[in-house]
């Protein structure tokens, strides 16, 4: 009989999903909360489901129903103080984003020299995470969409004409477009600098989110993109869990 097991990422605008069979990645995929149709054609009666969590409780109260509805109890994770050689030094450890949590568990597989980790979403996360495991901490900015509303509700004459980005911008929708790449761009590089700087090397850095390859081309570091870094990061807690 084959086991089945759901990893769900339930960000703040979209979610992700892998079906996991046999300890074997089978299907995957990604939707607003708006249609929940495509995890629902995964799920079956009673299988295993894991989940981390970091949207509103509306969002998670869909998702309750749904799997309810398959008589499917899921674990919720929560950010801990370490996980086997990965330190949270968070002051409160408990407060740091499940997603960016599972994100550096699962960096921390794909390297194990220093690595910057940056999702970019509906907020922009770079997490610093040194050579010996211990996260160092890491910056929350408003992200590309977060920025262009704050733009629009806060002056009187930019419109929602999406722009373009270019290195002088004249027209005011590239102005706006360039001017948040810009921003995004240089919270990654200063935090890639810093890491530098702290750990005497060249870093390692990991792309993750749904602007991620909106971002890649203008960052200026060699990046590699993983758009299901958290679901990895989900994984490995629950083949420890399994091993243990």
């Not at 499917?72 to 408990?94: G, H, K, M, S």
């Not at 020299?113 to 910056?139: M, Y």
Request: charged content about 15%; proline content about 3%; hydrophobic content about 45%.
């Amino acid at each position: 009989m084959n086991t089945r097991h759901v990893l769900i990422d339930a960000g703040n605008t979209r979610l992700k999903w892998v079906l996991v069979v046999d300890g074997q990645w089978q299907d995957h995929g990604n939707s607003d909360y708006g249609d929940l149709s495509a995890l629902a054609s995964v799920l079956s009666a009673g299988m295993k489901c894991t989940i981390a969590s970091v949207t509103r409780v509306d969002h998670e109260d869909q998702l309750k129903t749904l799997l309810t509805r398959y008589a499917i109890e899921p674990r919720w994770l929560a950010a801990t103080t370490q996980f086997q050689d990965v330190i949270n030094t968070y002051v409160n450890p408990a407060q740091l984003g499940v997603d960016r949590w599972m994100g550096m568990l699962a960096a921390r597989l794909r390297s194990r020299s220093a690595v910057l980790v940056v999702s970019v979403g509906t907020a922009l996360t770079v997490d610093a995470l040194s050579a010996e495991g211990h996260f160092l901490g890491g910056l929350i900015v408003p992200g590309r969409s977060l920025m262009q509303q704050s733009l629009l509700q806060g002056t009187a004459q930019i419109g929602a004409t999406l722009g373009d980005c270019q290195p002088f911008p004249r027209s005011t929708a590239d102005a706006v477009h360039s001017g948040i790449i810009a921003a995004l761009c240089g919270a990654v590089r200063q935090q890639y600098a810093q890491l530098a700087r702290q750990c005497g090397c060249e870093p390692s850095c990991v792309l993750t989110g749904g602007d991620a390859l909106l971002l890649q081309p203008y960052l200026g570091l060699t990046a590699e993109h993983a758009p299901y870094l958290v679901l990895e990061g989900i994984d490995r807690v629950v083949r420890e869990d399994v091993a243990g």
